[in-house]
């Protein structure tokens, strides 16, 4: 099972006119879970100061699959699709805590940044095995249909 990386109930300010969550905070919360897959694989605050690295989301595709309202709980299940020496390819499923149904899905793609310099550095040794020991206990797990998906509309 993938790993549970935020859990958060919806606030009274994350809901718009029509008693659903608004779409930006979907994000919010993607956001705040890759914050949890980042102390897994050794980069929170303390990996942070240790490295003088941090991670940069370059693209995010965010699927809005259900509607959440106020005070409905929500967590979010990540998973590595990929990794290199400076990049991870990642998924987050965020689904309803009372029933599992999944409400969202965001694909994103994100670097490893050295602060220092501002620029792409490869993984830390201590972080680049942690994220091989995730990407070692993910393999076998299969990927949703929402991964690698285009947006466009029919040409013609």
């Known amino acids: 099972m993938l790993p549970v990386t935020y859990r958060t109930a919806v606030q009274a300010d994350w809901v718009d006119y ?3 969550l608004r779409d930006a905070y979907y994000l919010l919360i ?3 879970a890759t914050d949890g897959l980042m ?3 050794g980069l929170d605050e303390a990996g942070r100061a240790r490295t003088a690295h941090t991670l940069y989301t370059l693209e995010c595709h965010l ?3 259900a509607e959440v309202k106020l005070g409905v709980g929500v967590q979010v299940r990540s998973q590595l699709l990929g990794h290199d020496r400076k990049r991870l390819h990642i998924h987050h499923l965020i689904e309803r805590c009372d029933d599992g149904q999944t409400v ?3 694909e994103q793609m ?3 940044i ?3 310099s501002g620029r792409s550095a490869p993984f830390d040794e201590q972080v680049a095995r942690r994220v091989a020991e995730l990407a070692d206990s993910q393999r076998d797990m299969p990927r949703s249909a929402y991964v690698g998906r285009v ?3 029919p040409v013609g």
């Open 104 to 106: 969202a899905e965001s």
């Open 18 to 20: 029509n008693g659903h």
């Open 151 to 153: 947006i466009g509309l």
């Open 63 to 65: 699927n809005f699959l």
């Open 39 to 41: 102390e897994l694989l």
């Open 30 to 32: 993607c956001s705040f």
């Open 110 to 112: 994100l670097m490893n």
């Open 114 to 116: 050295d602060t220092a």
